[in-house]
């Protein structure tokens, strides 16, 4: 993938450069060697090839649980789904087809996989964040490896019973943290490493959510209530936490956090607006998060609705679930409790301090990052990074197009499968215990803003 460069023509590397700052189109091999970095992002010597494809059953086949299954389809010689776990009838038949996977491997009742002889190498477990703790834990003691979507669990003593579980029985956990298998992260963490902009000293990082984005998941979709479900800054911000925790190679110590639910509120309702927003609303066609307007009009985030096959029948299941589902009611008049918006103050080793802003109200998405070290700093924007050099003065920028998971499910995937299948947790970016880290970082954050207090981190 070709990265964007730029550099004064003072620069020894491009001293033909006729204009004071030029523009080049380089690999990032090429801009590794300038900075003296791996050229291969992703490159693990512990990867060797396996004798034969992991074997795994698929617990909670919704939309994140086929993204991490699908790597089976793609590379079927290092991955074999053999059984699946849904509720959901349609989704677990179209999971099982999907799949080729028998009968007597399908059940709807997680609890039922376990009541068989263990019969795959693992289990991938992408239920709800309050039905984690359960197959995780029956899962570990059958003897079974683990991939666990996160957050680990609801609760810090679930997380922490997880993880002395994994201890005990000597099993595998890995958890998804997806970020860290980015290219923009991985890059990221390469320069750091790589003493390039000298110590670093402080870090502020910006997790925009965007309106609608916020509105279908914390408002209106299944994380909106952290009493049901979890907090949002575990639920969506454990990846930021964990991202920190990562690049600055630290541990946390203390953590002070604000925030609140501003908005979304029954006091808030605009007059005239409804229960839903096919109730004949009278601001319906002016509302930014109209029901409507998200999945009627603009098609965006069907995944949830299990369409039919047959394109002409879209419109009619839509109109229906917005009829008869969450997603279609009114976001002033739900039984949300999610924050807006979150400002998160945290002392690391070293005396390293990152502030994190986790936002609702943007129009955009895409983690924004500033780094500041002894030598140099670092902006970057999920597409596009620029470092400066103190003493030249020299900006070199590099830019990429990718999704907001940066691609690394699947190479998070692959590190996960090696691991299994070589019996080696070492060859995880993350371990279970720093993992749990990061969730400890999301606890102590959630009670400073509950009780207005600055909170150790105690691991």
Not at 312 to 338: A, F, H, P, S, W
Not at 375 to 402: A, N
Request: with cysteine; glycine share 6%.
């Amino acid at each position: 993938m070709p990265f964007k460069y730029l550099m004064s023509k003072s620069s020894k590397a491009l001293q033909t450069l006729s204009s004071a700052t030029e523009s080049l189109i380089l690999t990032w091999k090429e801009i590794a060697a300038l900075f003296g970095l791996q050229p291969d992002i992703y490159k693990n010597p512990l990867h060797k090839p396996l004798l034969k494809p992991v074997t795994a059953i698929l617990i909670g086949a919704g939309h994140r649980g086929n993204i991490y299954s699908d790597y089976a389809l793609i590379r079927p010689d290092e991955l074999n789904i053999v059984g699946v776990a849904e509720v959901h009838a349609v989704r677990n038949g179209l999971f099982a087809r999907k799949h080729k996977i028998p009968s007597s491997k399908r059940f709807y009742a997680w609890e039922d996989v376990f009541k068989k002889e263990k019969f795959a190498d693992a289990v991938i477990i992408a239920t709800p964040d309050n039905v984690h703790i359960g197959p995780c834990i029956k899962a570990l003691e059958k003897g079974y490896d683990v991939l666990l979507e996160k957050p680990i669990a609801c609760t810090e003593e679930e997380c922490r019973l997880i993880l002395n579980t994994a201890k005990a029985t000597g099993r595998i956990v890995g958890v998804c943290h997806v970020l860290r298998y980015s290219p923009y992260f991985r890059q990221l963490k390469h320069i750091i490493d790589s003493g390039t902009i000298g110590n670093i000293v402080s870090v502020q990082h910006l997790e925009p959510i965007e309106f609608v984005h916020m509105t279908h998941s914390y408002v209106r979709g299944n994380w909106r209530n952290s009493k049901i479900t979890s907090p949002i800054i575990l639920a969506k911000s454990c990846h930021d936490t964990d991202i920190l925790r990562w690049l600055i190679n630290e541990p946390a110590e203390q953590i002070q956090c604000f925030g609140n639910l501003t908005l979304f509120k029954a006091e808030n309702a605009p007059a005239g607006s409804t229960e839903r927003c096919t109730d004949g609303c009278a601001v319906e066609s002016t509302c930014p998060f109209s029901a409507l307007q998200i999945y009627y009009r603009d098609r965006k985030r069907l995944y949830v609705f299990d369409l039919p096959k047959d394109s002409r029948k879209t419109e009619k299941v839509i109109l229906k679930k917005l009829k008869t589902t969450n997603y279609g009611r009114c976001v002033y008049r739900m039984d949300n409790d999610q924050p807006d918006h979150l400002t998160v103050n945290i002392q690391f080793g070293k005396n390293i301090t990152a502030a994190f802003s986790m936002e609702a109200f943007t129009s955009y998405e895409g983690r924004c990052t500033r780094i500041m070290g002894t030598k140099g700093d670092i902006v970057g924007d999920m597409e596009t990074y620029t470092i400066t050099d103190f003493r030249t003065g020299k900006e070199t920028t590099w830019s990429l197009k990718t999704d907001f998971h940066g691609g690394g499910d699947h190479r998070l995937m692959k590190d996960w499968v090696q691991a299994v299948g070589h019996q080696n947790p070492g060859i995880l970016s993350s371990t279970i215990g720093v993992s749990v880290e990061s969730h400890l970082m999301a606890f102590a954050a959630e009670r400073s803003r509950w009780n207005k207090t600055i909170e150790n981190v105690i691991v």
